[in-house]
């Protein structure tokens, strides 16, 4: 099982980038996935999340401007940022609770990580 995060670049404040995790192996299924991110000098916070239902939650810096959904179907999990600020400057990761069977059972898995960089 492998989460393959991408969608991260340069954007300027006040724009929009939508960053995806796309799990792929012998999956059951995809349970709760997380996004987090991590600035420089700083801890990993927690983002968004959203479970197998769809429900969701947010961090208080960004409700309002980022909205995470998920298409079971393709088995990945979006993260639509907008009105971008240079605080959310980070290093974003998806994790995922996944059932599989190979390796049989129930994981946690990490992403590799995607740079989202807002700077004029």
Do not use: H
């Not at 939508?18 to 997380?34: H, K, P, Q």
């Not at 959904?69 to 993260?79: F, G, I, P, Q």
């Amino acid at each position: 099982v492998q989460l393959q995060a991408s969608g991260g670049g340069l954007v300027q404040p006040g724009g929009s980038l939508r960053l995806s995790c796309a799990a792929s192996g012998s999956i059951f299924s995809v349970n709760t996935v997380e996004w987090y991110r991590q600035a420089p000098g700083k801890q990993r916070e927690l983002v968004a999340a959203i479970t197998s239902g769809g429900s969701t939650n947010y961090a208080d810096s960004v409700k309002g401007r980022f909205t995470i959904s998920r298409d079971n179907a393709k088995n990945t999990v979006y993260l639509q940022m907008n009105s971008l600020k240079p605080e959310d400057t980070a290093v974003y990761y998806c994790n995922a609770d996944v059932r599989s069977w190979d390796p049989p059972g129930f994981n946690n898995y990490w992403g590799q990580g995607t740079e989202v960089t807002v700077s004029s």
